[in-house]
């Protein structure tokens, strides 16, 4: 059973940055595919990032790009989300994914197997 630990999460200004880290256990993390999501308070969950297993590839939602960064150490079982010029509307609870094949790379929260708590992060202005 894959475990999946965010960590990071905070309050930070806007125009400012942050770093969220999201730890797997229990699986090969080097043949998962990894996205972040968000989840805002009233709004559905939406993707934000994703990265391929070999870290060869990585795709980004249009609110995010030029901004958000995701990366990975697969020898570390971590992958990062760094936010640059985080802004207001960026406030939500992100959550790291998993995939269990490789096969599913896309930006679809059900092709996602494995899910971490969240952690908190919100922008004020």
């Known amino acids: 059973q894959v475990q999946l630990a965010e960590t990071g999460g905070r309050l930070v200004q806007a125009g400012g940055s942050l770093r969220l880290s999201c730890v797997a256990s229990g699986g090969t993390f080097s043949n998962s595919n990894m996205g972040w999501f968000r989840q805002a308070p009233g709004k559905d969950r939406e993707f934000v990032a994703r990265i391929r297993w070999s870290g060869g590839s990585t795709y980004y939602a249009d609110s995010v790009k030029g901004r958000f960064t995701i990366s990975r150490d697969n020898p570390k079982n971590t992958v990062y989300l760094q936010m640059n010029s985080p802004k207001p509307e960026d406030t939500a609870v992100y959550y790291c994914?998993?995939?269990?094949?490789?096969?599913?790379?896309?930006?679809?929260?059900?092709?996602?197997?494995?899910w971490g708590q969240g952690t908190q992060v919100t922008v004020s202005s």
């Open positions: 994914a998993c995939t269990a094949s490789r096969l599913n790379y896309n930006s679809d929260l059900r092709s996602y197997d494995y």
